[in-house]
């Protein structure tokens, strides 16, 4: 049966592609970013993971608000990615694994999720970024094969936090039940407290950002007491992307089984703040 390693959760900041292609890694303003992750880096080459399921939202790419599903699987062979109009370099295509996409299908629908079943998809920067940032020198050819999986934070009404983490559950059963002799890493991308418009432009909230993150450690379901506008009062519109975060952390089971490696926490970039955290699930 297939293993997962560990996850990882990490914000995905159209500006953090700019920042990459400029070559800003050393700058001041971008440098306490971009030194949280050479310690993910080293463990991803010790753990050598063959798949990643990246949980994230997609912002128009693939989807739009004339039809978004509120949770999507990508069934493809290859994952495109295309110029979303932020200016990123576009990156290599991403392989799929069919396999694995269609076996958490299955699962998924079976534990009454009804999923979005996507044989073409294109993915946007939240997908594409945190690979990046995960493997940086991986070039044309990304050393894992991917499952995407979308979750609505875009269009009203979004899926509860309690929701999603039922959803990293079962996503969570469902790959440990896949019959392969594969190690699998999930990782949850998005976040933390952010709002791009309105009257609270450029809101953070450092202190639930990182009581947030602690909970993730201490108790992984803490943020389910919350409703979608408890969350956004205490995250900002965008903060919601959270989800993605209790998805990934869900999916790699209870405290007892899961270890935190590595965390860091950043304000702010890009009037975001942004937060990166390791997990290894113990054997």
Not at 84 to 108: K, M, R, Y
Not at 116 to 141: I, R, S
Not at 153 to 175: N, W
Not at 243 to 267: C, D, T
């Amino acid at each position: 049966m297939a293993k997962i390693v560990g996850g990882i959760v990490t914000s995905h900041v159209p500006a953090i592609g700019r920042a990459i292609a400029g070559g800003l890694q050393e700058d001041a303003y971008w440098k306490p970013f971009f030194d949280g992750f050479p310690p993910v880096q080293k463990w991803l080459d010790e753990v050598k993971p063959d798949v990643a399921v990246v949980i994230y939202n997609d912002h128009g790419l693939n989807f739009f608000l004339d039809k978004m599903p509120t949770f999507s699987v990508g069934a493809a062979p290859a994952y495109q990615n295309a110029d979303e109009g932020w200016g990123i370099p576009t990156l290599p295509s991403f392989p799929g694994d069919l396999d694995l996409s269609w076996h958490l299908i299955e699962a998924l629908v079976e534990k009454e999720f009804d999923i979005t079943t996507c044989q073409e998809m294109l993915v946007d920067h939240a997908f594409t970024l945190p690979m990046k940032l995960l493997w940086p020198k991986a070039g044309d050819n990304w050393p894992v094969r991917t499952v995407p999986v979308c979750i609505n934070t875009v269009q009203h009404p979004l899926p509860s936090a309690k929701r999603c983490f039922k959803l990293g559950q079962a996503i969570g059963e469902a790959v440990r039940s896949w019959d392969a002799d594969a190690r699998v890493v999930i990782i949850g991308t998005g976040g933390l407290s952010h709002q791009l418009d309105g009257e609270r432009a450029g809101f953070i909230n450092k202190e639930f950002d990182l009581q947030f993150m602690d909970s993730l450690v201490t108790d992984p379901a803490w943020s389910t007491q919350y409703s979608i506008e408890d969350l956004v009062e205490k995250t900002g519109t965008q903060g919601i992307e959270l989800l993605m975060w209790i998805a990934a952390r869900a999916s790699l089971g209870s405290v007892e089984q899961v270890k935190m490696l590595h965390s860091n926490y950043h304000i702010p970039i890009s009037n975001t703040a942004a937060g990166l955290m390791v997990f290894e699930n113990i054997d």
